[in-house]
């Protein structure tokens, strides 16, 4: 044989098993994930906060979720899958990992869907948090609402009430595979509370104030015209001084307001009549709530 015909055919086996090694590698890289490997690549992707990664290996999560997530103050560590009970499309994986310096275990359901094993809702956790006042809390940037399950990815979580530039009072939560975990919120106002709300009174007097022929309800004015004016059919008003507000997580009190209306009508004798009256003791009061991102003032 010649060294020719011994170079070509040595190529030629050479290239058989490049192609040979080169498909074994193709079927195995094509091959779907399984149950153990989508759980362990969930641990993983919940231990380097892999946000895209989640929402690839699990079921349909909200995008309040996974924003809440992003702000997770720790994360699992030393993730593990250590048995995998599989039964057609379904699957549970127990699994363990290091939260908040104790080694957890946790059970997670699979189910497989077009060939693709995913971790099923009831793998992530829940918070349900109450507060003393408000409707809504936070996590980072996501809101949820107050007494309603929040659906999360476990983590260790700060939980603030909401609107936070308004009300303090964070408390820390540890969420866990298939658990709801409680957590009660004292809030409290911040300085910033009081200064939004007296913004938020003085927008509503302004209104209040525009004049007309009827005396606005909510606004505390009081105009003693009735002895003097038969009929009344317009009311200018002007704003000296707005009451000074103070407050507290269900009401407020709002005082000392200085308001001048003049009152234009048929005085009680039957001619046209114009008087100015001036209070320098404007007072509204009402109750107080929050929505997620603002105070609400309820003027009696």
Wanted: charged share 20%; hydrophobic share 45%.
């Amino acid at each position: 044989m010649t060294r020719r015909r011994v170079w070509i055919l040595a190529s030629a086996a050479g290239l058989v098993l490049l192609i040979g090694a080169g498909l074994w590698i193709w079927q195995v890289s094509s091959r779907p994930a399984s149950a153990e490997d989508t759980a362990l690549s969930y641990l993983r992707a919940l231990e380097s906060g892999d946000a895209a990664a989640l929402a690839s290996v699990s079921t349909k999560a909200s995008e309040t979720s996974l924003t809440a997530f992003a702000a997770a103050d720790e994360r699992i560590e030393d993730p593990a899958t250590t048995a995998v009970d599989q039964s057609g499309d379904t699957a549970t994986a127990e699994v363990s990992f290091v939260l908040a310096g104790e080694t957890r275990t946790a059970s997670l359901p699979l189910s497989r869907t077009e060939g693709r094993w995913r971790v099923d809702a009831a793998g992530r956790g829940s918070v349900q948090a109450d507060a003393s006042t408000g409707a809504f809390f936070m996590i980072g940037d996501a809101t949820f609402a107050i007494g309603e399950d929040a659906a999360l990815f476990p983590a260790v979580y700060t939980v603030a009430p909401a609107p936070r530039e308004l009300l303090s009072g964070e408390a820390e939560v540890i969420v866990l595979p298939g658990e709801t975990a409680e957590v009660s919120l004292d809030a409290a106002l911040l300085p910033e509370a009081t200064e939004a709300a007296q913004s938020a009174l003085e927008e509503r007097l302004a209104e209040c104030t525009t004049g007309g022929a009827e005396i606005p309800a909510g606004c505390g004015i009081r105009i003693p015209w009735g002895t003097e004016f038969r009929a009344v059919s317009d009311i200018r008003y002007r704003i000296e001084a707005p009451p000074s507000l103070t407050l507290t997580t269900t009401h407020f009190d709002a005082t000392d307001g200085v308001l001048v209306a003049t009152v234009t009508g048929t005085g009680q004798d039957g001619s046209p009549r114009t008087t100015t009256y001036r209070t320098e003791s404007w007072l509204v009061r009402g109750d107080v709530s929050f929505t997620a991102t603002n105070i609400v003032l309820a003027p009696w």
